[in-house]
Nanobody, 124 residues
Framework: QVQLVESGGGSVQAGGSLRLSCAAS????????MGWFRQAPGKEREGVAV????????YYADSVKGRFTISQDTAKDTVYLQMNSLKPEDTAMYYC?????????????????WGQGTQVTVSS
């Protein structure tokens, strides 16, 4: 099992920035892929960004490309999501995810562990 603890959410005006953190603990192989999903009220959970923890390779949803950056600090077992140029449509609960591999990265099928979520609210 992997435990994921998110932090860094909050409220910000459009155009602002936030950085989310996800501290992971547990069996290493189940963290080969880590990422962020989000879910807005009344909508399905959607993939935002993933990182292949062994290679550092990344993948982003089209809606956040050029604005969001996923990164990792392997020494701290922590994954980050730097969110810049935030828009009201980015408002959602953001969830950290971990799994053994990033198959079909933007879909939830690869996820074996979820964090509790952190709220991001962007006002216009």
């Amino acid at each position: 099992q992997v435990q994921l603890v998110e932090s860094g959410g909050g409220s910000v005006q459009a155009g602002g920035s936030l950085r989310l953190s996800c501290a992971a603990s547990g069996y290493t192989a189940i963290k080969n892929c880590m990422g962020w999903f989000r879910q807005a009220p009344g909508k399905e959970r959607e993939g935002v960004a993933v990182i292949y923890t062994n290679s550092g390779g990344t993948y982003y949803a089209d809606s956040v490309k050029g604005r969001f950056t996923i990164s990792q600090d392997t020494a701290k077992d922590t994954v980050y999501l730097q969110m810049n140029s935030l828009k009201p449509e980015d408002t959602a609960m953001y969830y950290c995810a971990a799994g053994p591999g990033c198959v079909r990265a933007m879909f939830m099928g690869w996820v074996q562990n979820w964090g509790q979520g952190t709220q991001v609210t962007v006002s216009s």
